[in-house]
C-alpha cells in the first residue's frame, strides 16, 4: 500500500511523540503509584494516631475518679464526664478508619478487619464499664479514705483499664509495624520511581534521537535526491535519471522528471538535427551568395573595361567632331574666298 508524502510526514512526526508519550505514561503512573502511597501512609497515620487518641483518653479519663477519691472534689466528676464524651466521640471515627483502612489496603484480609472490629467492640463494652463504676465512685459523697471507693477503683484499673490499654497499645504496636513498612514501601517506590524516569527518561530520549535521525534521513533522501537531479540536469546531464519508487507525491515528482528528461533529451536532439540541417543550409547560402559575388565582380571588371572602351570612343569621337568642324571651317574659308576671287575675275 502506497501512502501521501503528508501521511509518512504525520507517521513519523507520530513515531518521534510515542517516547515521550511512553514517558508521561510511566510518570503519570509514578505519580499515581506515589499518591496511592501517600493515600495509604495518610489512611493508616490516622487510625494509628486515632488508637494512640483512645488510648491516651482512656488514661484521661480514669485519672478524675481517682482524683476524686483522693480529694473528694466534684469538679472531677466535671472533667470525668468530659474526657468521656471526648473519648466515646473516637469510637465511631475510629470505626470509620477501619473500614477506611480496609479499603484501601487489598492486602487487609477479611480475618484481620474482623480482629480490629472486634478490638473497638472490647473498648466499648470496657470503656461502658469503667465509665459505670466511675459513676459508681462519683455517688458516694465522701470518697476520701472510703474503702469501697478503693475497691471500685481498683477493679476498675486491674479488671478494665489496664487489659483494655494493654489490648489498645498491642494494635498500636501492630499497627506502627505497618506503617514503618508502608513508609519504608513508600521511600523505596519513590527512589524507583526516580530511577525509572530518570532512566526511562534518557532512554526514550535516545530513542527519539535515534528515530528522528533515521526518519530525517528517510524523508529527506529522496529530496536530496531530487535536489542532485535537478542540479546535473541543469548542468547539462540529459541522461541522469532518477530510481525513487516511494509510492508518494515525491515518486510521482521522480518519474515526472525522468519523463522530462527524456523530452529534453529528445528535444535536444531535435534540435541539433534542425540546428545541423540549418547549419548545411546556411553554408550552402554563403557558397552561392559568395559566387554570385564572384560573378558580381567579374561583370563589374568587365563593365569597368567596357567603360573605359566608351570613353576612348567618345575621346575619339570628341576629336573626330573637332576635326571635322575645323574642316567644315575651313571649306567655308575656301568658299569665301573663292567667291571673292571669282567677283574679281568677273569685275
Known amino acids: 500500500m502506497n501512502f501521501s508524502f503528508k501521511s509518512k510526514f504525520f507517521f513519523a512526526f507520530t513515531l518521534v511523540l510515542l517516547p515521550f508519550f511512553i514517558l508521561i505514561a510511566v510518570y503519570a503512573y509514578n505519580i499515581n503509584h506515589m499518591f496511592s502511597s501517600v493515600v495509604r501512609l495518610r489512611v493508616a497515620s490516622d487510625q494509628m494516631h486515632?488508637?494512640?487518641?483512645?488510648?491516651?483518653?482512656?488514661?484521661?479519663?480514669?485519672?478524675?475518679?481517682?482524683?476524686?477519691?483522693?480529694?473528694?472534689?466534684?469538679?472531677?466528676?466535671?472533667?470525668?464526664?468530659?474526657?468521656?464524651?471526648?473519648?466515646?466521640?473516637?469510637?465511631?471515627?475510629?470505626?470509620?478508619?477501619?473500614?477506611?483502612?480496609?479499603?484501601?489496603?487489598?492486602?487487609?484480609?477479611?480475618?484481620?478487619?474482623?480482629?480490629?472490629?472486634?478490638?473497638?467492640?472490647?473498648?466499648?463494652?470496657?470503656?461502658?464499664?469503667?465509665?459505670?463504676?466511675?459513676?459508681?465512685?462519683?455517688t458516694i459523697k465522701d470518697p476520701v479514705g472510703d474503702e469501697g471507693a478503693m475497691k471500685i477503683m481498683?477493679?476498675?484499673?486491674?479488671?478494665?483499664?489496664?487489659?483494655?490499654?494493654?489490648?489498645?497499645?498491642?494494635?498500636?504496636?501492630?499497627?506502627?509495624?505497618?506503617?514503618?513498612?508502608?513508609?519504608?514501601?513508600?521511600?523505596?517506590?519513590?527512589?524507583?520511581?526516580?530511577?525509572?524516569?530518570?532512566?526511562?527518561?534518557?532512554l526514550l530520549l535516545l530513542l527519539s534521537i535515534i528515530i528522528s535521525f533515521y526518519l530525517s534521513r528517510v524523508l529527506t533522501r529522496p529530496i536530496k535526491e531530487l535536489e542532485d537531479g535537478a542540479s546535473a540536469l541543469?548542468?547539462?546531464?540529459?541522461?541522469?535519471?532518477?530510481?525513487?519508487?516511494?509510492?508518494?507525491?515525491?515518486?510521482?515528482?521522480?518519474?515526472?522528471?525522468?519523463?522530462?528528461?527524456?523530452?529534453?533529451?529528445?528535444?535536444?536532439?531535435?534540435?541539433?538535427?534542425?540546428?545541423?540541417?540549418?547549419?548545411?543550409?546556411?553554408e550552402l547560402k554563403t557558397i552561392e551568395l559568395e559566387k554570385r559575388k564572384a560573378d558580381m565582380e567579374q561583370k563589374a571588371m568587365e563593365l569597368e573595361m567596357k567603360k573605359k572602351e566608351l570613353e576612348q570612343r567618345v575621346d575619339e569621337l570628341e576629336r573626330f567632331s573637332r576635326a571635322t568642324i575645323k574642316r567644315e571651317f575651313r571649306i567655308k574659308e575656301l568658299k569665301d574666298e573663292l567667291r571673292k576671287i571669282k567677283g574679281i575675275i568677273l569685275t
Open 50 to 138: 486515632m488508637i494512640h487518641g483512645l488510648q491516651l483518653s482512656i488514661a484521661k479519663a480514669i485519672m478524675p475518679p481517682n482524683d476524686y477519691i483522693i480529694t473528694g472534689n466534684s469538679i472531677y466528676r466535671d472533667e470525668f464526664m468530659a474526657a468521656a464524651a471526648e473519648l466515646e466521640a473516637i469510637f465511631p471515627r475510629l470505626e470509620e478508619s477501619v473500614k477506611e483502612y480496609s479499603e484501601t489496603f487489598a492486602n487487609l484480609g477479611e480475618e484481620d478487619l474482623l480482629e480490629e472490629m472486634e478490638t473497638i467492640a472490647y473498648a466499648k463494652k470496657t470503656w461502658v464499664n469503667i465509665k459505670l463504676h466511675a459513676m459508681k465512685i462519683y
Open 154 to 202: 481498683e477493679e476498675m484499673d486491674y479488671r478494665w483499664s489496664y487489659p483494655l490499654v494493654e489490648r489498645l497499645g498491642a494494635w498500636a504496636m501492630e499497627e506502627n509495624k505497618r506503617y514503618q513498612s508502608m513508609v519504608r514501601s513508600a521511600h523505596a517506590s519513590r527512589k524507583q520511581a526516580i530511577l525509572s524516569i530518570v532512566v526511562g527518561s534518557s
Open 234 to 282: 541543469s548542468g547539462g546531464d540529459l541522461d541522469y535519471r532518477l530510481n525513487l519508487d516511494t509510492g508518494d507525491e515525491i515518486g510521482r515528482l521522480a518519474n515526472s522528471f525522468n519523463r522530462m528528461g527524456e523530452r529534453l533529451k529528445e528535444s535536444y536532439a531535435t534540435l541539433e538535427v534542425k540546428v545541423d540541417e540549418r547549419t548545411n543550409e546556411l
